[in-house]
Structure formats: C-alpha cells, structure tokens
C-alpha cells in the first residue's frame, strides 16, 4: 500500500484529501505546518508528498526545499496542490524540484492522474536501483544510459535542473561552458550556479566533467578505442586536459585504469 502525505494548513481541506485518498486504497498521513511536514517525512518516509505552497502558518517551498537537500528524501516525489496560479509560483515551485503543480479546485480525479503517473515513475526509478545493485561495482558506476535516465526521473524536462541535465546529456561531447549551459535554459550564469549547487550539491561544470568521464569509462571499457580518440568523442579538444580530468577523479591514468578493469573483469569471469 503506498504512503502519501498530506501537508494543508486548513483541517477541512486536509482531511478530504486524506479520506478521498484512503478511498482509493491509499495509507494517508496529515500534516498541517511544515515544522509536522518535516518530522513526518523523515518517521514515515511516504511514497509521495502533496503540499499547499504558502498559506499564513505553512511554507511549502520551505518543507520541498529541505527535503531535496537529503538524500534519502531528496526523490520523494512532490505535488503541489494550491490556489497560487501565477506563472512566478509555478516557476518557483519547478526550481525547488516540484514534480507537479495542480491549481485549486481540482478534481480528486486530475489528483489521482498525477499521482500515478509520478509513483510509476519512482517506481522504475527503484527498478533501476534494483538492477544496479546487482550488478558489479564498476558495471553500475559506469552505466551512462541508466544514469542519464535516473537524472531525468529525479529532474524531469521543463524543470530547469532537468533542462541543464537533457542539455548536457546533448552536449557533452563537443566543447560546452557554463554561458551557454544558462542560455540554453534562460538563466544568468552566476543564478544557475547558485541553483545547481543549492539543489544538487555540484556546479554545472563538475556535472560536466563527471558526464564525460562517464562516458569516457564506458568507451575505455567497451571499445578499443585510444586515449586520444577517447578525449575528442567525450568533449575534450586537448587530450592533456581530459589525461588530467581523468586522473583527478581516478587517481590513476586512463590506460592503467582500462587494464585494472580488464583485469578485474577477466578475474571475475
């Protein structure tokens, strides 16, 4: 049965959504400040969260904002339901990482199509984890589909996280800076920054540079392609910059690292 909490200031609006929601064979939670919210989450940890945004006693914006910044919260998937309809609040809410925003009144039939369309997709997201685990370490690290999928479940496309992680996924094997990443999705350079670090911990450079060398271990792995090769394919015009990159996040030289994992592979098998 899967969990949903229900973070609304006022108790009569709370309680239909909790009742029409157990209706449907929900297991419901209530909530009524983001103090609760929060407290909630982390007891409960739900399988989806629907939140008013700002009302006199709730900051939904707050209650999202904290969450994406834990990891084991961070891809809660969030629906804001709320009688805010500017295109500002609608705005905000995509930058905080909302999945959804549904304007007041709604139907509890529009509810319920949003709500399954964001559980299937936590629900291939947890597939995917599944999958992963089970296979070798250097298999899942180095994975660039699946990680370029896992970053479009938990940003999708229209929010401007999303939009940074579909343009570099686009991009990242020619030359790309950080000016043309924010005009590519209509923010000032220094705010896109900010944003990408509040929200995901990394500058868009180093989301980047760890796309590339992704990429370039699947290829090291996968193919026989030389260093040089390599370099040109993943975005690098000097192969000395991406021998550098690679040792930095490595610590070792892109050949050593393809013969140790040869080596590994054909030790396992």
Known sequence: MKKILVIEELAETRNFFLESLKAEGFDTIGAENARIAIERVQEELPD???SETITPKLDGYGVLST???N???????FIFVTARKTWTDI??????????YLTKPCTIEELLRAIATR???????????????????EKSTHNTTA??????????????????????EANYQQPISLTEVAQAVGYAPAYLTD???RQSGKTVHQWIVERRMTAACSLLLETNRSVEEIATAVGYSYTGCFFRQFRLSFEMTPKAWRKTQLERQSGNG
Request: proline share 7%.
């Open 119 to 137: 559980l299937e997709k936590q629900s291939t997201l947890k597939q995917w984890y599944a999958v992963e685990r089970q296979k070798a370490p």
């Open 91 to 100: 705005r905000k809410a995509m930058e905080l990482g909302a999945d959804d």
């Open 195 to 197: 944003l990408m670090r």
């Open 48 to 50: 989806l969260i629907i």
């Open 147 to 168: 990680q370029a999928e896992i970053n479009q479940l938990i940003h999708p496309a229209g929010s401007p996280m999303g939009e940074v992680f579909k343009f570099i």
């Open 67 to 69: 969450l994406r910044q």
């Open 71 to 77: 990891p084991i919260t961070a891809i809660i998937p």
